[in-house]
């Protein structure tokens, strides 16, 4: 965010330094590492100094890297707000949208923060007319190149729930976990209408029956990608039904989504067989109080029974690749204590974030990139939601 006061990119710079700023300065944006000692770069970077020739533009998110200040003052999205970002959506967005590039997940990034004593002024209620503000899937945060933009109201599911809903304002839940497929060809059709005064008949046939088969191809990539999660290799007429006796299974038991398949990763067959669930695998243990999760565990390891040419080890192996071993959780990105997740707790008022403490949770992200199920340097312990601390 910037400031009409001399802009500090915390503690000049230093914390782009010790974290990302070799890799954004001279890999991302082709610079020497030399600038970021230079008044001038910091008042280009901070939205101070607007350069000769240069015109302040909204962003228009495309495949090519570009430099962008995020939330450095009026744009015509303002509204009768300063169009400044403010501190807490600030970390939260730096810390988030590298964890999603660390995960391999397509998605902006933010390079550094700007800081200022300014304060920050917002027109509640858009002009004075009360508008109910959705967000998250909303057609104009839709990334055709399947990128991650947009940080605003978001939020990590913990524990799986298909009504799960990201977005506090959305009220009436049309952006819930469940509904995102429907949503997306909600959006998709919506892009098409706007395009159809440019198509000709031959193209409107066309686009109309691509649409068409929108839900066929999104449940065939749902199935794939949970097919990967859970191990299995070949096709099976009853991959979907196991998959789904699995979400229904961690829907029950309000399983945490992230950790479940990553202890079923790390799990071995003879211990899931003999139901011996160790306590450091403290999700797989909340799923073994449904009634049907040895049932469950039955049909699991008769399908791995069926991958030609397997062996556990090697399922193992290949599960952790689509099974991260340390994730946010949404208290963390908000910076309250957290519970039940491989991070650190951080302090309940982003006033008091340290630079430390960031650079611990990005380097929590750093090495997930490269984690080959080494996941126990991550473990830092189930945390208490309240106090942030380790229970005895």
Not at 109 to 137: H, M
Not at 279 to 289: M, N, R, S
Request: aromatic letters at 8%; proline letters at 5%; charged letters at 25%.
């Amino acid at each position: 965010m910037a400031s009409s006061k001399a802009p500090e990119m915390l503690t000049n710079l230093n914390f782009l330094q010790n974290s990302n700023y070799e890799e954004v300065l001279e890999n991302i944006l082709d610079l020497d590492v030399s600038v970021k000692g230079s008044s001038d770069f910091l008042e280009f970077i901070s939205g101070g100094k607007v350069t000769f020739g240069s015109v302040p533009l909204a962003h228009r998110h495309g495949e090519r890297w570009e430099l962008q200040l995020k939330g450095s003052g009026k744009t015509p999205y303002s509204r009768n707000g300063d169009g400044r970002a403010v501190l807490r959506s600030s970390v939260r967005e730096f810390l988030c949208s590298e964890a999603m590039h660390y995960l391999g997940i397509p998605t902006s990034r933010a390079a550094s923060l700007v800081v200022s004593d300014d304060a920050v002024w917002r027109d509640q209620f858009y002009n004075g007319n009360i508008k109910r503000e959705r967000g998250v899937c909303n057609t104009d945060n839709f990334s055709l190149l399947s990128i991650t933009i947009d940080y605003g109201p978001f939020g990590f599911m913990d524990s799986y729930d298909p009504n799960f809903v990201p977005n506090t304002s959305d009220d009436e839940r049309r952006y819930k976990i469940g509904n995102q497929a429907s949503v997306g060809l909600f959006n998709l059709s919506k892009l098409l209408q706007a395009l159809k005064p440019l198509l000709d008949p031959r193209q409107k046939q066309l686009a109309s029956q691509i649409l068409e088969g929108y839900g066929e191809h999104y449940y065939s990539r749902f199935t794939e990608l949970f097919k990967a999660k859970l191990g299995l290799l070949g096709e099976n007429e009853n991959d979907n039904y196991l998959i789904a006796f699995l979400l229904k299974i961690m829907e029950d038991t309000k399983a945490d989504f992230t950790m479940t398949f990553r202890e079923l990763s790390e799990i071995t067959a003879d211990q899931l067989k003999e139901l011996h669930i160790p306590e450091e695998f403290w999700a797989l243990q909340d799923l073994g109080k449904h009634k049907l999760f040895s049932e469950w565990v039955t049909m699991y390891l008769l399908r791995l029974n069926s991958n030609n040419g397997d062996s556990d080890a090697k399922r193992r192996t290949r599960m952790t690749s689509s099974a991260p071993g340390a994730g946010f959780t949404t208290p963390l990105s908000e910076a309250e204590g957290c519970r039940e997740s491989r991070v650190l707790p951080v302090p309940p008022s982003l006033g008091q974030v340290s630079e430390s403490q960031l650079l611990i949770l990005r380097g929590i992200q750093t090495s997930e990139k490269n984690d080959q199920g080494q996941s126990s340097s991550l473990q830092i312990g189930r945390m208490d939601q309240a106090t942030g601390t380790p229970p005895p």
